[in-house]
């Protein structure tokens, strides 16, 4: 057959379309979770278990298929990030995933790898999800938080960090239990079990990126208040588990993070957060972004938008505080 420009370009699509199909049909690279490093939260079952445990069932989602996420989590654990040069500074990741998954790898595993070349050693937080079968299902996430915080302070000579220089930083859902976490730390939701539960479980400061701070305006796409608090909640609970209205003097200082177009959880959470923060005259710094969506995490905006570059933002705020 002779050559024609008919006929390269033929060709071209051929192999296209050839691309496309393999790329549909290959499965994505696999994601190590846990990391090698890792611990559990409780010594036995966590508060509140069920008599039958939910059974882990993970899975390939989000972004292109290829995000991890967790579900039926039936030993929280906590995932350890060590930095070749570390500082002393930490943070607790929470992932999101409306609190009925955890997206491990996008909100978590892909953000460690973007603080730990600051000197930051990263924590990644899998919580267990209310929606499980656990008892005092609006409580479940905050005690896994109070406790990993326990922990790692507790740990804190093994993992060489400064006790009073770890924070949170948490993403949608995750980003709700962070702010939770702020501004009910002291709140005792479970029975001490051990010393390390005698330790403060008040972050140094404070990361929510497109998070959920107040359930009364999260939006029609959010699921976080149905599976965090169930079907008509008390009232009292919901005003307990909203920390925009729990925002006092005594809150650490707030790093914001968020799309003007995020269609998930709107942006009027993060300013309604600014507004409560500058009230209680707590240090706060927000970035809103022309666009980005929801759940774009540490490494899926384009390369050259100028929001990729948050978590160097993050980190050189955090060492302010």
């Known amino acids: ?11 071209a699509a051929g192999l296209s379309i050839a691309a496309t199909a393999r790329a549909q049909t290959t499965p994505p690279p696999p994601i190590q979770w846990p990391p090698a490093e890792h611990f559990p939260l409780w010594p036995g079952k966590a508060p509140g278990s069920p008599a039958t445990l939910p059974v882990p069932h993970n899975e390939r989602n989000g972004y292109r298929g290829e995000e991890l996420w967790l579900r039926g989590i039936d030993r929280p654990i906590v995932g350890v990030y060590r930095p070749a040069s570390p500082d002393g500074r930490a943070v607790l990741v929470i992932p999101g995933g409306g609190y009925g998954f955890v997206s491990v790898s996008n909100e978590g595993i892909d953000v460690a790898a973007t603080l730990t070349p ?32 326990r922990l790692i302070r507790a740990n804190a000579a093994k993992w060489r ?3 009073t220089k770890l924070g949170v930083l948490g993403f949608s859902a995750g980003g709700h ?14 029975a001490p079990i051990d010393a390390a539960d005698t330790q403060p479980a008040r972050p140094a400061y404070a990361g929510l990126v497109y998070a959920v701070v107040s359930f009364a305006s999260a939006g029609l796409n959010s699921r976080s208040a149905a599976m965090l608090l169930g079907d008509n909640p008390d009232p009292a609970l ?3 588990r ?31 957060m600014i507004d409560a923060c500058r009230r209680a005259k707590v240090p706060v710094e927000a970035h809103l972004l022309e666009s980005g969506g929801h759940g774009f995490g540490a490494m899926h905006l384009p ?11 993050f980190a050189r705020w955090n060492a302010k505080h």
């Open 118 to 149: 600051h000197g930051v050693t990263v924590f990644v937080l899998a919580y267990r999800l209310p929606g499980d079968g656990w008892s005092d299902r609006a409580q479940v996430p905050l005690q896994d938080a109070q406790r990993a915080m």
């Open 161 to 163: 960090i400064d006790p």
């Open 1 to 11: 057959m002779p050559i024609t420009r008919r006929n390269v370009l033929g060709a």
């Open 177 to 190: 239990l962070a702010a939770d976490l702020s501004v009910a730390h002291d709140e005792r939701v479970y």
């Open 303 to 313: 390369a050259d938008a100028p929001g990729r570059l948050w978590p160097e933002i």
């Open 238 to 240: 919901t005003a307990r």
């Open 242 to 272: 909203t920390p925009l209205d729990r925002v006092t003097a005594a809150m650490p200082p707030v790093f914001l993070l968020h799309a003007m177009d995020d269609g998930t959880v709107p942006i009027q959470q993060s300013l309604a």
